[in-house]
C-alpha cells in the first residue's frame, strides 16, 4: 500500500490549507486513516483519526478548526485546516489501516511540510 499526500505549503496565520492522502496499491479493505504531524524536535503526534463507519476524533489544539474527511471509492483522507497558527507548523503525515489480502498492517505516507508564518 503507497501513500500519497498532496497539499502542504506556506501560508500565513489565520488562512487554510487541505492536505490530501491517497491509498493505492493492492488496497483490499482500509480501516481507519489518520493524520499525524511532527514539528522540530518533537515526537510524532496524532492530528485526527477517522473510522470505516466515519467516527472522528481530534487532538485537543486542533479541534474546532480542522476537518477530517474520507472518500472510500477513492481510498483518500483529507484535512481541512483552518484558522491555521504558527504552532501547526509541522511535517504532516499520512497513516491508514488497510489490509491487502488478510490481516491489517499500518501504513505510513511520506509527510508534506506545512509551515504557518505569524
Known amino acids: 500500500v503507497q501513500l500519497q499526500a498532496y497539499g502542504g505549503g506556506l501560508v500565513q496565520a489565520g488562512g487554510s490549507l487541505r492536505l490530501s492522502c491517497e491509498a493505492s496499491?493492492?488496497?483490499?479493505?482500509?480501516?481507519?486513516m489518520g493524520w499525524y504531524r511532527q514539528a522540530p524536535g518533537k515526537q510524532r503526534d496524532l492530528v485526527a483519526h477517522?473510522?470505516?463507519?466515519?467516527?472522528?476524533n481530534y487532538a485537543v489544539a486542533v479541534k474546532g478548526r480542522f476537518t477530517i474527511s474520507r472518500d472510500n471509492a477513492k481510498n483518500t483522507v483529507y484535512l481541512q485546516m483552518n484558522s491555521l497558527e504558527p504552532e501547526d507548523t509541522a511535517i504532516y503525515y499520512c497513516?491508514?489501516?488497510?489490509?491487502?489480502?488478510?490481516?491489517?498492517?499500518?501504513?505510513w505516507g511520506q509527510g508534506t511540510l506545512v509551515t504557518v508564518s505569524s
Open positions: 496499491g493492492s488496497v483490499f479493505s482500509i480501516k481507519a
Open positions: 497513516s491508514v489501516v488497510a489490509s491487502r489480502t488478510g490481516p491489517y498492517f499500518r501504513y
Open positions: 477517522i473510522t470505516d463507519g466515519g467516527a472522528t
